[in-house]
């Protein structure tokens, strides 16, 4: 079992939906990240959070640090907002990032 | 652009060569971490450096793979003796400490045929 688990793999919606995208992880974490990657590869982090909620533009971001839980949502969705949304953990006396196998997005028009 | 870059964005090789990449962080950005993507998965730590000090490898870096940062700039990663398991997006980022986010490269493509 992967340390970090990702739901769904892959995901459809049509412009303007409110997308949910979830995360468990199995390890203690001291934070965790929310990257997006596009197709190409280019990589950009979105959150990095290691309690409560963050929020930046459309997209928001949450963790529950009991539960080993994290969301990232995205309300209004856009085409633009296709990609490959990847969930990273940095476990805890440790400074390397451990992935999800990623969530993918296409949002049609 | 002041962002991380990484040269070559591709390389195709034969198996059997040695390949070379190299990664310029985000300038001042003392910790320089590799990874490595292949197709559908997500990425997986090689390893980290701190300024030159590199203080953490990955089992999943053989004796073939070696990395280096000597003046706490860039940094090279270099595989030996390429295998076509090597074949993968090979991505570099950097962070100012270990408390903040991590900047990414475009990555650097290996095809080994």
């Known amino acids: 079992k992967n340390e970090v688990e990702q739901s769904p793999q892959n995901l459809t919606a049509q412009e303007g939906e409110f997308i949910t995208i979830n995360c468990s992880y199995s390890v203690g974490i001291s934070a965790l990240h929310w990257l997006q990657q596009h197709p190409g590869g280019g990589i950009v982090s979105l959150f990095m959070l290691s309690s409560g909620k963050k929020k930046h533009g459309r997209l928001i971001a949450t963790i529950n640090i009991q539960e080993k839980h994290s969301s990232l949502h995205i309300t209004a969705s856009h085409p633009r907002d296709s990609a490959v949304y990847i969930c990273?953990?940095?476990?805890?006396?440790?400074?390397?990032?451990?992935f999800g196998t990623g969530t993918r997005l296409q949002v049609f028009p | 652009d002041t962002g991380v870059s990484q040269n070559p964005r591709h390389k195709i090789t034969k198996r059997g060569q040695n390949v070379t990449f190299r990664c310029d962080p985000i300038s001042e950005h003392n910790r320089l971490y590799w990874y490595r993507q292949t197709l559908g998965q997500g990425p997986e730590f090689l390893t980290y450096?701190?300024?030159?000090?590199?203080?953490?490898k990955s089992r999943l870096l053989s004796d073939r793979f070696s990395a280096e940062r000597p003046k706490g700039s860039f940094s090279t990663l270099e595989i030996q003796r390429t295998e076509q398991g090597d074949s993968a997006m090979y991505l570099c980022a950097s962070s100012a400490n270990r408390d903040n986010e991590q900047f990414f490269g475009p990555g650097t493509r290996l095809t080994v045929l």
């Open positions: 990273a953990v940095r476990s805890t006396g440790t400074d390397k990032l451990i």
């Open positions: 450096f701190q300024n030159e000090a590199q203080l953490e």
